[in-house]
């Protein structure tokens, strides 16, 4: 299974970027997915996520700006990223699992991830 990630790029302060994940399975469709971003110097931390039945968590530093959904037919997953800010700057990994992706669940052995897509904001 491989996720491919894509839709990252180079924005201004208040601008937005849609982010998209494919999962390359026929058969399998994972419950769990979602997206994590680490910036330099920092570790990976959650941003959202979402359950095949559009049950959604998120970030609070997110929360209000960003909305995470799912195409079940397509296996994908999206990010719309909305009044983005600098500090949002971030390699964004999406991630798969058949359990629950939480702040724990960052290490690439859990389920499954993406290559990463930088977004770069810029004041």
């Known amino acids: 299974v491989q996720l491919q990630a894509s839709g990252g790029g180079l924005v201004q302060a208040g601008g937005s970027l849609r982010l998209s994940c494919a999962a390359s399975?026929?058969?399998?469709?994972?419950?769990?997915m979602g997206w994590y971003r680490q910036a330099p110097g920092n570790r990976r931390a959650l941003v959202a996520t979402?359950?095949?039945?559009?049950?959604?968590t998120y970030a609070d530093a997110v929360k209000g700006r960003f909305t995470i959904s799912r195409d079940n037919a397509k296996k994908t997953v999206y990010l719309q990223m909305n009044s983005l800010k600098p500090e949002d700057t971030a390699v964004y990994y999406c991630?798969?699992?058949?359990?629950?992706?939480?702040?724990?669940?960052?290490?690439?052995?859990?389920?499954?991830w993406g290559q990463g897509t930088q977004v770069t904001v810029s004041s």
């Open positions: 991630a798969a699992a058949f359990s629950p992706l939480t702040e724990a669940t960052t290490n690439d052995g859990y389920g499954y």
């Open positions: 399975t026929t058969f399998v469709r994972f419950t769990f």
């Open positions: 979402i359950t095949t039945g559009g049950t959604t």
